[in-house]
């Protein structure tokens, strides 16, 4: 069933100044026959000072993700108002607005050739774990994917949605962090559950997307 969610989640998407996150890890220990202990393995994730925490029912298994690259604070165009948000398909990034000249970059995925699209939107609705229901136009594409997937760490959403008014489009999670700076959706904005979380915590329904190609 796991392998199952993970080859559907390539299709679902119709859809103050601080450090860069520094590179930590989760380490299991095991022991020789000596009794001496040695680190078995450790796992690789981001300890994120940008982070704003996370919530929600499945807040504890927000599985660590290694970002292609870690968000930051960049210097930015100062025509974009604060609170905004701003994506450019070309470089994969989003930039959240903190102040004039100032905003978080975030890496993302974006829409696979044919999929391309630009344009303003607003954040009309944010759901935590989201459930999925594909939309008609995928459905008529791929007739065999289920019609309902409930909202948890295997949902193809991922952690967060916020949903983009007048498309059929999301910026949202995924559990296929390794897709995080291609261009794979059917159109959606893909982040690390980690940074969807960070940025759902900062925008408010009613905030303007601008996507740029």
């Given at each position: 069933m796991r392998r199952t969610v993970f080859a559907l989640a390539g299709l679902v998407s119709a859809c103050a100044f601080t450090a860069a996150p520094a590179l930590a890890f989760n380490t299991s220990y095991a022991s020789h026959s000596d009794g001496s202990v040695y680190a078995a393995y450790a796992t690789p994730y981001y300890a994120d000072p940008l982070s704003r925490g996370t919530s929600g029912a499945y807040g504890e298994e927000l599985r660590p993700q290694a970002a292609p690259e870690p968000r930051q604070l960049v210097q930015f165009d100062p025509r974009y108002a604060p609170g905004s948000i701003v994506i450019s398909t070309e470089e994969r990034r989003l930039y959240y607005v903190t102040q004039r000249g100032q905003a978080i970059s975030y890496g993302v995925g974006v829409g696979r050739p044919g999929f391309e699209w630009s344009g303003t939107r607003s954040i009309t609705m944010k759901r935590e774990w989201p459930d999925w229901r594909p939309p008609a136009q995928m459905l008529k594409r791929r007739p065999d994917l289920?019609?309902?997937?409930?909202?948890?760490?295997?949902?193809?959403?991922?952690?967060?949605?916020?949903?983009?008014?007048?498309?059929?489009?999301?910026?949202?999670?995924?559990?296929?962090p390794e897709t995080i700076g291609q261009a794979v959706s059917s159109g959606c904005i893909r982040m690390t559950n980690e940074d969807v979380t960070d940025l759902y915590d900062r925008v408010k329904v009613g905030t303007q997307v601008v996507v740029l190609r």
């Open positions: 289920p019609r309902y997937m409930s909202g948890g760490p295997d949902n193809p959403l991922g952690a967060r949605a916020m949903y983009l008014g007048g498309s059929l489009y999301r910026i949202h999670g995924s559990n296929e």
